[in-house]
Nanobody
Framework: QVQLLESGGGLVQAGGSLRLSCVAS??????MGWYRQAPGKQRELVAV???????NYADSVKGRFTISRDNAKNTVILQMNSLKPEDTAVYYC????????????WGKGTLVTVSS
């Protein structure tokens, strides 16, 4: 059974930084990434990283956020710098199972609040 443990959310002032971490267990994984959902909006991709290290970012976070992973620890990290109030959302970890690539698992989410 795949389990995802997210941590690192919280309250920060605009311009500040936060680091989100997601530890996955129960399988090995291809793509690992982060999505977010702000109040009243649809869930959107923030950043994703493949097992080989290729990354993709939403245009709104390019140059401010960095995604990385430790394959040995099944961990994906999202370093968020220069945070803006519009980054306020619940951030969800998302992973693609290596042996069942059509299956994606979601974490429960961690709240990031950026005050102006």
């Amino acid at each position: 059974q795949v389990q995802l443990l997210e941590s690192g959310g919280g309250l920060v002032q605009a311009g500040g930084s936060l680091r989100l971490s997601c530890v996955a267990s129960g399988s090995i994984f291809n793509a690992m990434g982060w999505y977010r959902q702000a109040p009243g909006k649809q869930r959107e991709l923030v950043a994703v990283i493949t097992s080989s290290g290729r990354t993709n970012y939403a245009d709104s976070v390019k140059g401010r956020f960095t995604i990385s992973r430790d394959n040995a620890k099944n961990t994906v990290i999202l370093q968020m710098n220069s945070l803006k109030p519009e980054d306020t959302a619940v951030y969800y970890c998302n992973v693609q199972r290596f042996y069942s690539p059509l299956i994606y698992d979601w974490g429960k989410g961690t709240l990031v609040t950026v005050s102006s």
